[in-house]
C-alpha cells in the first residue's frame, strides 16, 4: 500500500478522497490555490502546499507545481478526482516520468476514450451500441449534410473534444444544419482548443443511463450496475440514481456484462463510466468517462463498496478481488447535486456561508466541504455538497429523501434545496417516468 498520496483537487471530492486514504492508514497531501488556504480539505490533510492563485490554470491545472508538492512531500502517488487534470493524459504521462504514480487508468486509455470519435470507435469495436452518425469528424457543412441525410433528422452536432454538455447544438432539418455547424466549431474552438464536431442522430425521449465499471488493468473488470442521470439542465446532471427506474435486471446484467467484457479487454485499470442514451429497448453508447464521476456514491449505496478505496488498491498493482457474482445490487439510492446558486435563474451564489447545518440519521449521507463562517470563492464550480440517500425501495428512498431535505441548513448563500423539494412533488419523479429532457421542460413551465 501508498504510503502517503497527493490528492489534486478541491471541495467535496478532495475530502472524499482523504476520507477514503485516512481509513486505508494512508498520509494524505492537499494542495490549494491561494483562494483555498481556508478551505476544509486543507485542514484536514496532514499536510498541505499552497500551488498557485485562485485561477485554476495556475494552480488546480499546474502540472509542474502538483509535480513539485509531491518531490518536496514525498507523495508516492496521485489522486486527481475529477474534474481538473483527472482526464488528461499528458498528466498522467508526465507523471510516470517522474515515477509517481497517477491513480487512475493509462495515459493511453485516457487518450483513446478522451477523443469522443475515438471513443466512439473504440466501443463499436469492442462490441458496445453506438449512436448512428458520423464515422469521425465532419470537416464542412456538405459532408455533414450528407451525414444528416443519410441518419435522417434531427441531428445533433457534438465537439470531439467536448465535456460538460459544451459545444452541442441540434438540427431539425437541412435548413437548420449550416448554422448548427458552425456555432459547434465556434464553441468548440472557443472551449477546448479543438473545433472538431462530428454528427450523431438526435434522440428525442431518451433517459442517460451510464455503467460503472471498475478494472485492474490486468485484464479483471467488473461492473457496478448502471446510475440513471435523465435528470438534466443544459446538458449538465441534477439528480442521478441507481437502480435506473426504467430497468430490469435482464437488461442489467446483458449491458453491464457487454461493457465490463469490453474493460477486460482494454486492460482498463481503476473506476469509470461508460455512458449510454437509452431509449425504447436500446442502448446507445455517448461516451466514456476514465475517471471517478461525481455520482459515484449511489453505486457505493447499493454495492457497498468504496470506490475510492478500489481505485488506491488496483493502483498498487493488487488484482480485483471481485469476480462478477460477488458483486451484488441491494436498495436504491439518489443523489442531488446542491449548487451554491439561485434554484430559479441558477445565477451563482457565492460568498459567506453564515450557518450550515447537514441531515443526517439512517441511510443519508452528505458529501460536503462546507462549514459555518467558510467563504464560497467565485472562482470554481458551484457545487458545495452532495446529498445522498438509501432506501430499501425507492418509495423509501423518497421518503428520506424529502426528510433529509428538509433538514438541510445554508444560511448567507442561494442554494438550488428548493428546486429538489418541488421534484419531489411531480408525480412523474415519483413514479420514475422521466427522460432527458423532463427538467428543462419542467423549469420553463410557468410556477403553480
Ligand atoms: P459531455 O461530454 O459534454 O457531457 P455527452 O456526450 O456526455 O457530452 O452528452 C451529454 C448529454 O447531452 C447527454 O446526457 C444527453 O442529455 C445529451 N445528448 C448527447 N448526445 C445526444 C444525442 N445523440 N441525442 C440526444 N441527446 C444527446
Same mark, same amino acid.
Given at each position: 500500500?501508498?504510503?502517503?498520496?497527493?490528492?489534486?483537487?478541491?471541495?467535496?471530492?478532495?475530502?472524499?478522497?482523504?476520507?477514503?486514504?485516512?481509513?486505508?492508514?494512508?498520509?494524505?497531501?492537499?494542495?490549494?490555490?491561494?483562494?483555498?488556504?481556508?478551505?476544509?480539505?486543507?485542514?484536514?490533510?496532514?499536510?498541505?502546499?499552497?500551488?498557485?492563485?485562485?485561477?485554476?490554470?495556475?494552480?488546480?491545472?499546474?502540472?509542474?507545481?502538483?509535480?513539485?508538492?509531491?518531490?518536496?512531500?514525498?507523495?508516492?502517488?496521485?489522486?486527481?478526482?475529477?474534474?481538473?487534470?483527472?482526464?488528461?493524459?499528458?498528466?498522467?504521462?508526465?507523471?510516470?516520468?517522474?515515477?509517481?504514480?497517477?491513480?487512475?487508468?493509462?495515459?493511453?486509455?485516457?487518450?483513446?476514450?478522451?477523443?469522443?470519435?475515438?471513443?466512439?470507435?473504440?466501443?463499436?469495436?469492442?462490441?458496445?451500441?453506438?449512436?448512428?452518425?458520423? @464515422?469521425?469528424? =465532419?470537416?464542412?457543412?456538405? !459532408?455533414?449534410? %450528407?451525414? &444528416?441525410?443519410?441518419? +435522417?433528422?434531427?441531428? $445533433?452536432? /457534438?465537439?470531439?473534444?467536448?465535456?460538460?454538455?459544451?459545444?452541442?447544438?441540434?438540427?431539425?432539418?437541412?435548413?437548420?444544419? @449550416?448554422?448548427? =455547424?458552425?456555432?459547434?466549431? !465556434?464553441?468548440? %474552438?472557443? &472551449?477546448?482548443?479543438? +473545433?472538431?464536431?462530428? $454528427?450523431? /442522430?438526435?434522440?428525442?425521449?431518451?433517459?442517460?443511463?451510464?455503467?460503472?465499471?471498475?478494472?485492474?488493468?490486468?485484464?479483471?473488470?467488473?461492473?457496478?450496475?448502471?446510475?440513471?442521470?435523465?435528470?438534466?439542465?443544459?446538458?449538465?446532471?441534477?439528480?442521478?440514481?441507481?437502480?435506473?427506474?426504467?430497468?430490469?435486471?435482464?437488461?442489467?446484467?446483458?449491458?453491464?456484462?457487454?461493457?465490463?467484457?469490453?474493460?477486460?479487454?482494454?486492460?482498463?485499470?481503476?473506476?469509470?463510466?461508460?455512458?449510454?442514451?437509452?431509449?425504447?429497448?436500446?442502448?446507445?453508447?455517448?461516451?466514456?468517462?476514465?475517471?471517478?464521476?461525481?455520482?459515484?456514491?449511489?453505486?457505493?449505496?447499493?454495492?457497498?463498496?468504496?470506490?475510492?478505496?478500489?481505485?488506491?488498491?488496483?493502483?498498487?498493482?493488487?488484482?480485483?478481488?471481485?469476480?462478477?457474482?460477488?458483486?451484488?445490487?441491494?436498495?436504491?439510492?439518489?443523489?442531488?447535486?446542491?449548487?451554491?446558486?439561485?434554484?430559479?435563474?441558477?445565477?451563482?451564489?457565492?460568498?459567506?456561508?453564515?450557518?450550515?447545518?447537514?441531515?443526517?440519521?439512517?441511510?443519508?449521507?452528505?458529501?460536503?466541504?462546507?462549514?459555518?463562517?467558510?467563504?464560497?470563492?467565485?472562482?470554481?464550480?458551484?457545487?458545495?455538497?452532495?446529498?445522498?440517500?438509501?432506501?430499501?425501495?425507492?418509495?423509501?428512498?423518497?421518503?428520506?429523501?424529502?426528510?433529509?431535505?428538509?433538514?438541510?441548513?445554508?444560511?448567507?448563500?442561494?442554494?438550488?434545496?428548493?428546486?429538489?423539494?418541488?421534484?419531489?412533488?411531480?408525480?412523474?419523479?415519483?413514479?420514475?417516468?422521466?427522460?432527458?429532457?423532463?427538467?428543462?421542460?419542467?423549469?420553463?413551465?410557468?410556477?403553480?
Amino acid at each position: 500500500m501508498f504510503d502517503k498520496i497527493l490528492i489534486a483537487n478541491r471541495g467535496e471530492i478532495a475530502l472524499r478522497v482523504l476520507r477514503a486514504a485516512r481509513e486505508l492508514g494512508i498520509h494524505t497531501v492537499a494542495v490549494h490555490s491561494t483562494a483555498d488556504a481556508d478551505a476544509m480539505h486543507v485542514r484536514l490533510a496532514d499536510e498541505s502546499v499552497c500551488i498557485g492563485p485562485p485561477a485554476a490554470k495556475d494552480s488546480y491545472l499546474n502540472i509542474p507545481a502538483i509535480v513539485a508538492a509531491c518531490e518536496i512531500t514525498g507523495a508516492e502517488a496521485v489522486h486527481p478526482g475529477y474534474g481538473f487534470l483527472s482526464e488528461n493524459a499528458k498528466f498522467a504521462d508526465i507523471l510516470k516520468e517522474h515515477n509517481i504514480k497517477f491513480i487512475g487508468p493509462s495515459a493511453e486509455n485516457i487518450r483513446t476514450m478522451g477523443d469522443k470519435i475515438e471513443a466512439k470507435r473504440t466501443a463499436k469495436a469492442l462490441g458496445i451500441p453506438v449512436v448512428p452518425g458520423s @464515422e469521425g469528424g =465532419v470537416a464542412d457543412v456538405a !459532408s455533414a449534410r %450528407k451525414v &444528416a441525410k443519410d441518419i +435522417g433528422y434531427p441531428v $445533433i452536432i /457534438k465537439a470531439t473534444a467536448g465535456g460538460g454538455g459544451r459545444g452541442m447544438k441540434v438540427a431539425r432539418n437541412e435548413g437548420e444544419l @449550416e448554422l448548427a =455547424v458552425s456555432t459547434a466549431q !465556434s464553441e468548440a %474552438k472557443a &472551449a477546448f482548443g479543438n +473545433g472538431e464536431v462530428y $454528427i450523431e /442522430k438526435y434522440l428525442e425521449k431518451p433517459r442517460h443511463i451510464e455503467i460503472q465499471v471498475l478494472g485492474d488493468g490486468q485484464g479483471r473488470a467488473v461492473h457496478l450496475g448502471e446510475r440513471d442521470c435523465s435528470l438534466q439542465r443544459r446538458h449538465q446532471k441534477v439528480w442521478e440514481e441507481a437502480m435506473s427506474p426504467a430497468l430490469n435486471a435482464q437488461q442489467r446484467d446483458e449491458i453491464g456484462g457487454r461493457v465490463a467484457r469490453a474493460m477486460q479487454e482494454m486492460k482498463y485499470e481503476g473506476v469509470g463510466t461508460v455512458e449510454f442514451l437509452y431509449e425504447n429497448g436500446e442502448f446507445y453508447f455517448i461516451e466514456m468517462n476514465t475517471r471517478l464521476q461525481v455520482e459515484h456514491p449511489v453505486t457505493e449505496a447499493i454495492t457497498g463498496l468504496d470506490l475510492v478505496q478500489e481505485q488506491i488498491r488496483v493502483a498498487t498493482g493488487a488484482p480485483l478481488p471481485y469476480k462478477q457474482s460477488d458483486i451484488q445490487f441491494a436498495g436504491h439510492a439518489i443523489e442531488c447535486r446542491i449548487n451554491a446558486e439561485n434554484p430559479e435563474s441558477f445565477t451563482p451564489s457565492p460568498g459567506r456561508v453564515d450557518a450550515v447545518h447537514f441531515p443526517g440519521g439512517l441511510g443519508v449521507r452528505v458529501d460536503s466541504a462546507l462549514y459555518s463562517g467558510y467563504r464560497i470563492p467565485p472562482y470554481y464550480d458551484s457545487l458545495i455538497g452532495k446529498l445522498i440517500v438509501f432506501g430499501k425501495s425507492r418509495t423509501e428512498c423518497m421518503m428520506r429523501l424529502r426528510r433529509a431535505l428538509s433538514e438541510f441548513v445554508v444560511e448567507g448563500v442561494e442554494t438550488t434545496i428548493p428546486l429538489f423539494q418541488r421534484l419531489l412533488a411531480e408525480h412523474d419523479i415519483i413514479d420514475g417516468h422521466y427522460d432527458i429532457h423532463w427538467l428543462e421542460k419542467f423549469l420553463s413551465r410557468p410556477k403553480a
